[in-house]
């Protein structure tokens, strides 16, 4: 038998087992944002390029990727990028401003700017099919976590223009003209779900729909102007990888979330796991949630809450570690090295 016979494809590893709910000895670990500011190497292969730029270039990005899985030894690759490179990739004027975020140059108010949001075809990205690829190849057993951002979240930066802390426009918009706010969604769930696809079709063993800001809405609001659009960007890839559902401050839409359609269910650091089992129905695998800012704290603090969230876990049909939001980029890494170590060992 070739060696190529006997090394485990990535579809068998434990993160892709835990994600559709089989039982493995122990947790897989990956972080949000694992791979980015809190590494030194990072820090220096990005020194004088910009981000968008450094999303485009397949090696870079490969290199960058690989980055956390060769010093962690995390169970998963989460592919660099960032959330509006689809975006970018289709003609929208904007940048990733340092210390800001993504801002856009001409925010989206009127039917027109629809316009501006051509679909999204594979011949947009080939740098991301080429990065994968290599990655791919690369990682050999180890899992590459594909993402996108839901059509909430790139609605709201495109209408907001950049970052916002309360959405007015974006809120105004929703109820003032719900049409072309459903429009709009309907064009970025396209767009997110193609995104999704070259990716599996490179080579990803999961993915990731990023909610970062949906949060800022109440349930009802989420359900008549927001969950059937990220269940189409969802659906573009389903039953073919496992999907990764994940919002910051959501714990009052998980199971609305949950039902859009995925297989693990994000939770942050607000919502206990074991309460967000049960706001799921117990049904789905989870993904979570130490709060980052214990990373801070001194290690019997940190372990303890390990423990706890490991313990709480198994509850669900299946667990992923992970933290309740990304990685500050102020961590020590040392300390993210430990953690993994520690969840490796804490063996059912």
Known sequence: MSSLETTPAPERSSLVRAARGEQVATPPVWFMRQAGRSLPEYRQVREGIAMLDAC????????ITLQPVRRHGVDA????????????????????????????AEPFRSRADLDRLPLLTPEHVPDITEAIQ????????????????????????????????????????????????????????????????????????????????????????????????????????????????????????????AQAGTEVIGVDFRVPLEEAVQRTGGKFAVQGNLDPALLFAPWPVIEEAVRAIVSAGRTAPGHIFNLGHGVPPNTDPGVLTRVVELVHSLAE
């Open 56 to 63: 485009r270039r397949p090696e870079l990005v490969a290199e």
């Open 77 to 104: 690759a989460i592919f660099f990028s960032d959330i509006v490179v689809p975006l970018a990739a289709v003609g929208v004027d904007l940048d990733i401003t340092p210390g800001i975020g993504p801002v856009v």
């Open 134 to 257: 290599l990655l791919v190849r690369e990682l050999g057993p180890t899992p590459l976590i594909g993402f996108a951002g839901a059509p909430f979240t790139l609605a709201s930066y495109l209408v907001e223009g950049g970052p916002s802390r309360n959405h007015e426009h974006t809120k105004a918009l929703m109820h003032g003209d719900p049409q072309l706010w459903h429009d709009l969604c309907e064009r970025l769930a396209a767009i997110a779900g193609a995104f999704l696809q070259v990716q599996v079709d490179a080579g990803a063993s999961a993915v990731q729909l990023f909610d970062s800001w949906v949060g800022a809405l109440p349930r009802v609001d989420y359900e008549r102007f927001v969950m059937q659009h990220s269940a189409q960007a969802l659906a573009a890839v389903a039953g073919r990888v496992p999907r990764i559902h994940f919002g910051v401050g959501t714990g009052e839409l998980l199971g609305s979330m």
